[in-house]
């Protein structure tokens, strides 16, 4: 599938990054049809040999992703509803488990499959005027795509627990001082913090990068004994590396280096 055919999904390369929009007016919900698109623009991504950088946002100005599609709940039974929440994980830990990072522009309101998503990418950069929460329980459902799971580990389980049993809404500063975000700027300026992020992270070695992602995060889950020798494995590794010459050369001869990605 290409660019052209996705209907709810954009996908521009800009150098070494990708940029993904969800664009389902009005307000972005991620329905079974959007799930299927952004499944395929993200193996899309994936498959570009220069980017080092996937950033996601949604359209518009006032929501980010509202949710997933309500419609669908009623007919549900417990073999469909665990398929429907089987895909979602899926998709999402493909953003989670790539060795590109993934920014996260978050320009309105991310609530539920919203909420989520953005949980699944390595930074989240949210504008001051934003809610974020996952309101499931009120629908006498829980957060089935890995919010009951990347919550916590983000905020705490008391935090995250009052989220989820009461439904309340976090704004931007309150999300930032918890650590569900990790930067918070005026309205209308994520896309270009994320980008400005993106350069950063384009001039270092991309193999590090994602050796450094992989230590983060499954070291997270591992003792911290377990996690310091997956750390010193993934060290060793880099030492056999192009990039890792180029980069010391390039600091003793005290310029830019030019890493070949090998």
Known sequence: MGQNEWESIQLETEGHLVLLTIANPPLNILTDAVLT???????????????????????????????????????????TGRLLVEKGKKIFDKLAHSPLPIICAINGTALGAGLELALACDMRIAEEQVKLGLPETGLGIIPGYGGTQRLPRLVGNGKAKEMIFAGIQL?????????????????????????????????????????????IDKGSELSLEEGQQLESRLFADLCKTADMQEGVKAFMEKRRPEFPGE
């Open 37 to 79: 698109e952004l499944n395929s623009a993200i193996d899309e991504a994936l498959n570009y040999k220069q980017v080092k950088t996937i950033v996601l946002k949604a359209a518009g100005d006032k929501v980010f992703i509202a949710g997933a599609d309500i419609n669908q709940f009623p007919a549900l039974t417990p073999e």
């Open 171 to 215: 704004s931007a500063q309150e999300a930032y001082e918890t650590g569900l975000v990790d930067r918070v700027v005026p309205e209308g300026a994520s896309l270009e913090a994320a980008k400005e992020l993106a350069d950063k992270i384009a001039g270092k070695g991309f193999i590090a990068i994602a050796n450094a992602k992989w230590a």
